[in-house]
């Protein structure tokens, strides 16, 4: 069994290209749940839904988020009433919301509704959120205080960050499966995802982070700065903004306490000492997953 | 100033005939919310929206409720995934359901966002709900309890109903305005909804039924039975099964009380004598408004 701590696009990529190489049924998502969010009285898990349509194979990569052959009635229709539309959600997409919704008001949890949408879209890997209590990423910013979507959707993380928190995590529950899948794992991927907002809340979840240093020999994580830069996000410039190392050595120190191996991209292949000297073994291959062939290089390096 | 104690389409249509022959800005619609249900997280008014939909000439005529030129990916995309997807909800009549639900979450009241989406929809008679609180009206069946949405939708008013309540109305405060209204107006008029389901919780609001006793004078019930038949619903059957007569002279009897003027259609002619026995006077006009002219024959009756 494999276990990957994930973010949402990032976490995605990867879950993808390990089934070049891997069984999917052997595979469990623990996802990020400290975007969620309740707009419009529906309850949206992005890092979820993400991983749920990706691994579908019904991801929108023209936009980089949601599903394929989406449509945007609702949403035009929202804006020429008056109603806040800066969250766009499309029409395929609101269905899962409104199941969601539906579902979490008649006593469902969370983790029951990842593991029907999975059944209903088709997925074979488990996608776990890492609690079903609620969790939600603050951010302190220089114009005040901002959840997770009005800091990344609405302002387009383009405002300066003093501090994080995570609301929630430490009083939040891990969900059912989720510490035994940790304990059992052959190996724990760090998902290319980013470090502070994706990776951090679920490590704040009580157990979790107690749990992963102590399997630190079997944790690999993957960087998702690439010369000082993330593919996508604000991962390069949180890290300044809170005193990391904003490159693939910054994350490495992030992570130190809990994985045994770092993999870095080629482009970096001239900062593995410095990791070295972190007690941290060191490999070497593309990450960006550009192509399939970089794909399974990236999956076959990580299960290695 | 004219106050129309409102369901649904019936109602809707009536204020749409009383603009033929006065000003729209003069009328204020007191609307039931017994109907008014959560569906998907989502709150939903269905009396409320209808009259302002068809207030804005946006109703769908084909289907009988809803908005014209309505699109449906939503509900087929949640019906793919196993949704629950027997309250039909179109795209464009979501964003009223997602506007609604956002506004209520920050605070605004159910007559703040009707204001809101009549300014929006362009209407302009003053569309109000009757409270603010939270009403349900409940029916117990053959086949158990069920909501008034599961009753008239799911169960397409095809089961037997034992009783009914009106939960939460006698504890409900009467919206901001709303006694003021019905205390000042010229005319009051019962449109020609249903007595049991949409008149009914309006009038067990506390202090409504009160005001609308002492101003019985000046109050101008229709009824919306001809022939002993409802045009649309089930106003006959439930008045059978709860023990009442299923004509237009049933309704003046459950009215009596309340108004001193009944309207019924001519082809109930030979009932009027019936109906004067009550202490009610008797006006006999086309009460179907299935034209522009019948609109206005009855509109002018009810003012008169």
Known sequence: MIVVLSGGVGAARLLRALRVVND?????AIVNVGDDLVMHGLSICPDLDTITYTLAQLNNDELGWGLRGESWRVMQELEAI??????????????????RTQR???????????RELAVHFGVLESIQ???????STMFDTEIGPLSFQEYFVRHHHNVEVRSLSYVGASDAAPAPGVLDALSNAQRIIIAPSN??????PLLAVAGIADIVRSRRDDVVAISPLIQGAALKGPADRLMRELGLQASCVGVAQYYRDFAGTMIIDELDRDR???????????????????????????????LK
């Open 129 to 135: 959120p890492v609690s079903d209590d609620s969790i």
């Open 272 to 302: 593995s000492n410095e990791i070295s000297e972190l007690d941290m073994q060191v490999r070497i291959t593309t990450t960006i997953m550009a192509n399939d062939q970089h794909a399974r290089a990236l999956a076959s390096e990580v």
């Open 195 to 200: 470090p502070l907002i994706s990776v951090a």
């Open 104 to 114: 979490l008001s008649q006593g469902a949890t969370k983790s029951d509704v990842a």
């Open 82 to 99: 008056g109603g806040e539309a800066w969250f766009a959600l499309g029409d395929r997409d609101l269905a899962t919301h409104l199941y």
């Open 24 to 28: 999917p049924r052997t595979v469990t």
